[in-house]
């Protein structure tokens, strides 16, 4: 593929009024949301559950892509027409979660660095002859009294620029996501020193692995208080602090950037995407990458009665989408 063609697929995903559906949990997690709304966790239910998703009349107004998990990029409809089929006929960009999940960083106590770079040059091969267009690999920075160490920021940073490099060896765009966790005490100021650090070093190793920027998107946490923080922040104070830090660590030339809702509520996260675009100023289409902040709701309903309720869920999806469409264009109301 072209260096064209990688920029033409990363802009498409940024797109104006649009962003991304992430339906890329793993069996184990995905197992965890089913229970908690009563429903076995088999394949035919994850098979049906992404097949509700995806099928929502009118989705590709609203969403440009979806990131999927390995099960759900080799899995049909029940009537066996493939899921990425269906996507493209929709207007929708298939995706797929490449990485292998998080292990211990040896040496250093709490911190956590994500692994499957091993075989990773063929998995992308195979993807990209099932269709997806896009990838995602995902690593995980904890904020705490020692951590995160530049160590650990630098492993994972490295891991995602070498996954980078390889999706674009196989005509993917990256989408390079280093999540800053929410859990903890800490407060906005420590989330903003982190973020930017992190950031800075992604963007770093990058460069060194020769990473294609204009055919790359960032996923991105906003810049927020723990949940145990004591202080809480205003939609416009979290707005303001993500996008100064954006700005300070983040090169012009990126295509775009996409927000995953990181534990936060439906509602939070919408508004938060559209405070900072109605601050406006951003060299880069500000977006959304959302994964329980688009479905939880429709889940719920969905998981009442699995043939009952289908519209219903599916006309949850579809506002879901729509909400944080208008908020990438800073015109959401609430």
């Known amino acids: 593929m072209s260096i064209e063609q990688l920029e033409d697929i990363a802009q498409a995903l940024v797109a104006e009024g649009k962003g991304i559906i992430a339906i890329d949990e793993s069996t184990n997690t995905i197992k965890r949301r089913f229970e908690a709304v009563g429903i076995e966790n088999t394949e035919e239910h994850r098979r049906a559950y992404r097949e509700m998703l995806l099928t929502t009349p009118r989705l590709g107004e609203h969403i440009s892509g979806a990131i999927l998990f390995d099960e759900t990029l080799r899995q049909s409809t029940k009537d066996g027409v493939p899921f990425a089929q269906v996507m493209r006929e929709a207007g929708i960009l298939p995706g797929i979660k490449v990485d292998k999940g998080t292990q211990s960083l040896a040496g250093f106590p709490g911190e956590l660095v994500t692994e499957g770079l091993d075989g ?10 099932l ?14 009294s020692e951590t995160p160490s530049g160590t650990c920021i630098d492993a994972n940073t490295h891991a995602l620029a070498r ?23 800490h407060d906005i100021e420590v989330c903003y020193e982190v973020t930017e650090a992190t950031l ?14 204009e055919g790359t998107i960032l996923k991105a946490s906003m810049v927020l208080p723990g949940k145990d923080c004591d202080e809480v922040a205003s939609v416009e104070e979290v707005a303001v602090a993500t996008l100064s830090c954006l700005k300070a660590s983040v090169p012009a030339n990126l295509p775009g950037i996409v927000f995953l809702s990181g534990g936060q509520d439906d509602a939070a996260a919408t508004a938060h995407l559209n405070a900072m675009n109605q601050l406006g100023h ?3 289409p500000l ?16 998981a009442q009665d699995l043939k ?21 264009l800073g015109q959401w109301t609430g």
């Open 120 to 129: 990773l040059r063929e998995r992308l091969k195979e993807y990209a002859r």
């Open 131 to 144: 269709g997806a267009t896009f990838a995602k690999w995902r690593a995980v920075i904890t904020i705490g």
């Open 163 to 185: 996954y980078a490099a390889l999706c674009q060896e196989q005509g993917l765009v990256p989408i390079v996501e280093p999540e800053i966790l929410m859990d903890g005490d």
């Open 200 to 213: 800075r070093s992604l963007f770093g190793a990058l460069y060194q692995q020769d990473v294609l920027i």
């Open 282 to 284: 951003a060299p880069w």
């Open 287 to 302: 977006s959304f990458s959302y994964g329980r902040a688009m479905q939880q709701a429709a889940l719920k309903l969905w």
């Open 308 to 328: 009952g309720n289908y519209a219903a869920a599916q006309q949850i999806v579809y506002a879901r989408a729509r909400d944080n469409g208008l908020a990438t």
